[in-house]
């Protein structure tokens, strides 16, 4: 804040001209405060790992600082030798500190060397780059320092396939994805190969985020935290599965259907996101409508929880963890969306706006997310209306399915309260879908 607050000042008071203050003045204090900043990170750190002997600290960071300024100010040309030259001796002493501290200490680490030459650079960027990218590049420094212990706990979380699943996804989204043609296909099948796999992408990009937030931030989840991330990831799996918990008694009734409704409050947000993704004019149609159905969503799931008496504890412990990332999952998945396209046009072409309605409410009973891509990519020359309001009665549809799967599969408990919870939202859905 003190810097943005002296490079505002300084800048003002150049438009007004108020007084004449050099900006190789304001760049010298924002190398100091910079260099300061991480020399006392690194020193605080230090004291709080217990680590051996550093390279340097505040004071030694700051006069690297310096360092770096005076060679690149007083360098004759620009080809700044003399800053060159600087770096090359900083390399120099940094390489034989390195050597003592691997043949006399038996450390290897390298984080405070590397540092050292950043905080060296600063100058250059200073004077090179925009303001925000000097900002940008202490702030990093400063999180990763802070972040070592963090990540030491998240590669213990690490299996064999985690960086499988890695792999698989930019598979998919940067090698495939841009290789893929972006004419459609045929008069028959109104879509590209491009947008095909770009729905691939989109769908398991949702997902992959939501599994690696379950697996690695949230591995003992609570109720909500499994339905708020389970509806990004699907908010129909997320029923089946805490109903069939229901029955082992695993989780209070009232939590187990707040999580299922705060599931189904997230498949509005997931929805919306990939409709934004592929057409916005219907995503901004549908805007308000979703926006209620959620906040109806949260505010069911609110009111339900908050009535629960029950005082045992809300966490779900799961054995494992499914894999969104499975080639043949998104074969399968791209094979769907291509069968709905082709169907949907079929429908649109010789049925019309009433064949629409009964497809939307037929398709929510089984996956919906393909038969919706099919709606947002698609062109079918009918109005966006038309296309918002299958889209509603899809979602409703599937809203009633999961209902079903809850009423079913769940234990006793939680059937009476499933039933008010998705009534109410299915009713509204409705008379949104027809008004």
Same mark, same amino acid.
């Given at each position: 804040?003190?810097?943005?607050?002296? %490079?505002?000042?300084?800048?003002?008071?150049?438009?007004?001209?108020?007084?004449?203050?050099?900006?190789?003045?304001?760049?010298?204090?924002?190398?100091?405060? !910079?260099?300061?900043?991480?020399?006392?990170?690194?020193?605080?750190?230090?004291?709080?790992?217990?680590? @051996?002997?550093?390279? @340097?600290?505040?004071?030694?960071?700051? !006069?690297?600082?310096?360092?770096?300024?005076?060679?690149?100010?007083?360098?004759?040309?620009?080809? *700044?030798?003399? !800053?060159?030259?600087?770096?090359?001796?900083?390399?120099?002493?940094?390489?034989? +500190?390195?050597? *003592?501290?691997?043949?006399?200490?038996?450390?290897?680490?390298?984080?405070?060397?590397?540092?050292?030459?950043?905080?060296?650079?600063?100058?250059?960027?200073?004077?090179?780059?925009?303001?925000?990218?000097?900002?940008?590049?202490?702030?990093?420094?400063?999180?990763?320092?802070?972040?070592?212990?963090?990540?030491?706990?998240?590669?213990?979380?690490?299996?064999?396939?985690?960086?499988?699943?890695?792999?698989?996804?930019?598979?998919?989204?940067?090698?495939?994805?841009?290789?893929?043609?972006?004419?459609?296909?045929?008069?028959?099948?109104?879509?590209?190969?491009?947008?095909?796999?770009?729905?691939?992408?989109?769908?398991?990009?949702?997902? +992959? &985020?939501?599994?690696?937030?379950?697996?690695?931030?949230?591995?003992?989840?609570?109720?909500?935290?499994?339905?708020?991330?389970?509806?990004?990831?699907?908010?129909?799996?997320?029923?089946?599965?805490?109903?069939?918990?229901?029955?082992?008694?695993?989780?209070?009734?009232?939590?187990?259907?707040?999580?299922? &409704?705060?599931?189904?409050?997230?498949?509005?947000?997931?929805?919306?996101?990939?409709?934004?993704?592929?057409?916005?004019?219907?995503? +901004?149609?549908?805007?308000?409508? /979703?926006?209620?159905?959620?906040?109806?969503?949260?505010?069911?799931?609110?009111?339900?929880?908050?009535?629960?008496?029950?005082?045992?504890?809300?966490?779900? %412990?799961? #054995?494992?963890?499914?894999?969104?990332?499975?080639?043949?999952?998104?074969?399968?998945?791209?094979?769907?969306?291509?069968?709905?396209?082709?169907?949907?046009? /079929?429908?649109?072409?010789? /049925?019309?706006? #009433?064949?629409?309605?009964?497809?939307?409410?037929?398709?929510?009973?089984?996956?919906?997310?393909?038969?919706?891509?099919?709606? !947002?990519?698609?062109?079918?020359?009918?109005?966006?209306?038309?296309?918002?309001?299958?889209?509603? &009665?899809?979602?409703?549809?599937?809203?009633?399915?999961?209902?079903? +799967?809850?009423?079913?599969?769940?234990?006793?408990?939680?059937?009476?309260?499933?039933?008010?919870?998705?009534?109410? &939202?299915?009713?509204?859905?409705?008379?949104?879908?027809?008004?």
């Amino acid at each position: 804040m003190l810097i943005w607050i002296i %490079h505002l000042i300084h800048k003002k008071m150049f438009q007004q001209n108020f007084i004449d203050i050099s900006p190789d003045l304001i760049n010298l204090i924002l190398v100091v405060i !910079f260099s300061l900043i991480i020399g006392l990170e690194l020193r605080q750190h230090s004291l709080k790992a217990e680590t @051996g002997d550093l390279f @340097g600290t505040d004071r030694t960071h700051v !006069f690297i600082g310096l360092l770096g300024y005076i060679l690149w100010l007083i360098s004759p040309d620009e080809s *700044h030798w003399l !800053f060159i030259l600087g770096g090359m001796s900083l390399v120099i002493l940094i390489a034989i +500190y390195y050597w *003592h501290k691997i043949t006399r200490q038996n450390q290897y680490g390298v984080t405070t060397l590397i540092v050292s030459l950043i905080t060296y650079s600063l100058p250059a960027l200073i004077y090179t780059q925009k303001l925000w990218m000097s900002f940008a590049v202490v702030s990093l420094i400063l999180v990763f320092i802070e972040l070592k212990g963090f990540f030491r706990k998240l590669t213990k979380q690490f299996d064999e396939n985690e960086f499988i699943n890695l792999a698989k996804f930019l598979l998919i989204s940067g090698i495939i994805l841009p290789l893929l043609s972006h004419n459609i296909i045929s008069e028959r099948i109104p879509v590209s190969p491009f947008k095909i796999w770009l729905s691939v992408v989109a769908i398991s990009g949702i997902s +992959y &985020i939501s599994y690696l937030i379950k697996k690695f931030i949230f591995p003992g989840k609570g109720a909500l935290i499994t339905g708020i991330l389970g509806g990004l990831y699907s908010s129909t799996a997320t029923t089946i599965v805490l109903s069939k918990k229901s029955k082992k008694d695993e989780i209070p009734a009232r939590k187990t259907v707040a999580a299922i &409704i705060i599931a189904t409050g997230m498949m509005y947000i997931r929805i919306w996101i990939l409709a934004f993704i592929f057409n916005e004019k219907l995503a +901004y149609t549908l805007a308000t409508d /979703f926006g209620l159905l959620t906040a109806l969503s949260f505010l069911t799931a609110w009111v339900i929880y908050n009535f629960d008496k029950e005082k045992k504890p809300a966490t779900i %412990h799961t #054995k494992g963890h499914p894999n969104p990332l499975e080639l043949k999952t998104a074969i399968f998945f791209a094979l769907l969306f291509v069968i709905f396209s082709v169907l949907t046009q /079929f429908v649109v072409e010789h /049925f019309g706006h #009433k064949g629409l309605q009964i497809l939307s409410f037929v398709t929510g009973i089984t996956d919906v997310d393909p038969f919706l891509l099919s709606l !947002f990519t698609g062109k079918y020359h009918t109005d966006i209306s038309v296309l918002s309001q299958a889209t509603l &009665i899809a979602v409703a549809s599937n809203n009633l399915m999961k209902m079903i +799967y809850a009423v079913v599969l769940g234990s006793q408990k939680i059937k009476k309260i499933v039933i008010a919870g998705f009534s109410i &939202i299915i009713l509204v859905n409705i008379v949104l879908a027809f008004l």
